[in-house]
């Protein structure tokens, strides 16, 4: 059974450009979050996503944005790269939405901006 | 907002010390959990307590509620190399969150054989 798989683990972007991160539930996950992890900080919840829709979102600007596929898969788009948004980007899903429970987190990816 | 404290920030003990942990909430929470970060790694559950003055244990771990349910702590006796990491409490970001945490910024534990 595969856990929450995150793609890619690695990238090195440039002020201004824009990125795009992907993450696979855990099987039987309908929900995913996402949570940005700067060094030496707690995850910081950015947005969360049930039946391809953001049901509630952080303390993030617009520059963030996502998307939930029909196989609850999901990508995290942030345009406009600042040096800021350099941080571990950590998936996480569940198993229902609204109910508080478990969060089962990815590898995540590590994005750096130059 | 709803804040999340937690001291210390860092603790360094020798091997077979006890170590603890605290977590204070500006709000009282419906619900708190726990996590454990190994260097390099992800966040990892350790437990979610829900009730009032709720005390729960797992083999060397134990986590407690707090009576008002705005403070948790999380002690573990005997500590060993292998309990090296962060520990991060959290709790709900609003009364209707879900999934929705707002994490504090943990505890680093290194601990030296």
């Known amino acids: 059974d595969a856990g929450v798989t995150q793609s890619p683990t690695h990238l090195i972007k440039t002020r201004g450009q824009q990125v795009t991160l992907r993450c696979s539930p855990k099987?039987?996950?309908?929900?995913v979050s996402w949570y940005q992890q700067a060094l030496g900080q707690g995850p910081q919840f950015i947005f969360q996503?049930?039946?391809?829709?953001?049901?509630q979102r952080g303390n993030f600007p617009d520059r963030f944005s996502g998307h939930q596929f029909p196989n609850y898969s999901s990508e995290l788009n942030v345009n406009a790269l600042l040096l800021g948004d350099s941080a571990l980007y950590l998936c996480?899903?569940?198993?229902?939405?609204?109910?508080?429970?478990?969060?089962?987190f990815g590898e995540g990816s590590r994005l750096t901006v130059l | 907002g709803q804040q999340v404290m937690q001291i210390p920030q860092y603790q360094h003990v020798q091997e077979g010390e006890d170590f603890t942990t605290y977590c204070n909430s500006s709000?009282?929470?419906?619900?708190i959990q726990w996590y454990k970060q190994r260097p390099g790694g992800h966040p990892v559950f350790l437990i979610q307590?829900?009730?009032?003055?709720e005390v729960k244990k797992q083999k060397r771990l134990t986590f407690q509620f707090g009576e008002a349910k705005k403070n948790s702590s999380l002690h573990i006796t005997a500590t060993q190399t292998t309990d090296v990491g962060t520990y991060f409490c959290?709790?709900?970001?609003?009364?209707?969150?879900?999934?929705?945490?707002?994490f504090g910024k943990g505890t680093s534990l290194l601990v030296t054989p």
């Open positions: 996480a899903s569940s198993a229902r939405e609204g109910v508080p429970g478990e969060l089962f």
């Open positions: 099987s039987g996950h309908d929900t």
């Open positions: 996503y049930y039946e391809e829709e953001e049901r």
């Open positions: 709000t009282t929470l419906s619900n």
């Open positions: 307590l829900v009730k009032s003055g």
């Open positions: 959290a709790g709900p970001l609003s009364s209707n969150s879900g999934y929705a945490l707002n």
